[in-house]
């Protein structure tokens, strides 16, 4: 754990590979195929932010984490979001994991294009795509 992860860090019990927190207004992840899928909900902005990352950190944390962001079901999105996903994919490669966006809203895809982080993300269009492409790169 770097710095600034352990000076944002909650304090909370760590969780094994196979635990996911539990559910908020904002965020919530079950497993599927062994991949944790977290998927956010509703407005995204610095008032939430706060509440993912947590959640977020927590499904990274263990190493190898395999996730999938779900971002089918954002409302809006700001920097803060932008930034929490930079971070987890900096957080799973650090620990040799594997993480894939969920992205197909036009206007969220205009706004990965715009900020140069379609080819860091490359999102997937479902949940199972990402699966799949997980599975393939395993």
């Known amino acids: 754990m770097d710095i600034q992860d352990a000076m944002s860090a909650s304090p909370q019990r760590p969780q094994a590979p196979h635990e996911i927190p539990g559910p908020s207004p904002h965020v919530r992840s079950h497993l599927e195929h062994g991949i944790t899928v977290t998927e956010i909900h509703g407005i995204t902005d610095l ?12 499904v990274t944390t263990h190493h190898s984490p395999r996730v999938i962001v779900d971002l089918r079901h954002v409302e809006f999105l700001d920097c803060s979001l932008l930034g929490l996903l930079c971070r987890a994919q900096r957080r799973t490669a650090e620990r040799s994991g594997q993480l894939t966006l969920v992205c197909v809203q036009p206007w ?3 706004i990965l ?5 379609g080819e860091v993300f490359q999102p997937a269009a479902t949940v199972q795509d990402a699966v799949c492409r997980q599975r393939q790169e395993t």
């Open 108 to 110: 969220h895809l205009h």
């Open 47 to 58: 008032s939430t932010v706060t509440e993912i990352r947590d959640h977020i950190d927590t």
């Open 113 to 117: 294009e715009a900020v140069r982080l």
